[in-house]
Nanobody
Framework: VQLVESGGGLVQPGGSLRLSCAASDFKLDYVAVGWFRQAPGKERERVACISYYHDTQYIDSVKGRFTVSRDNTNNSVYLQMNSLKPEDTGIYYC??????????????WGQGTQVTVSS
């Protein structure tokens, strides 16, 4: 199981980025996919998740600003991040446990992509 994130970068506060999570060896549309981030000196946290049934979950700090979605044609899951804040800075990872729901331990991880929000 291989996941590859892309789309990170440096953006000013208030800006936007779209992260992509792609898989080459299985179909992402059959599984739940979570987006996690780890900020310097902080524990990793799950910021968003989309289930097989397209149910979505978000932590409170990103609700209304982040949107997780699927693109089955391209076998990808996206995290659209708007109105970015400096506290959104961190390494962002996508992950799955090959199940249908956003629950349990996520066993398979990408390598991460750096997001830096700074003026």
């Amino acid at each position: 199981v291989q996941l590859v994130e892309s789309g990170g970068g440096l953006v000013q506060p208030g800006g936007s980025l779209r992260l992509s999570c792609a898989a080459s060896d299985f179909k992402l549309d059959y599984v739940a996919v979570g987006w996690f981030r780890q900020a310097p000196g902080k524990e990793r946290e799950r910021v968003a998740c989309i289930s097989y049934y397209h149910d979505t979950q978000y932590i409170d700090s990103v609700k209304g600003r982040f949107t997780v979605s699927r693109d089955n044609t391209n076998n990808s899951v996206y995290l659209q991040m708007n109105s970015l804040k400096p506290e959104d800075t961190g390494i962002y990872y996508c992950a799955t446990d090959l199940g249908r729901y956003c629950q349990g331990e996520f066993r398979y991880w990408g390598q991460g992509t750096q997001v830096t929000v700074s003026s």
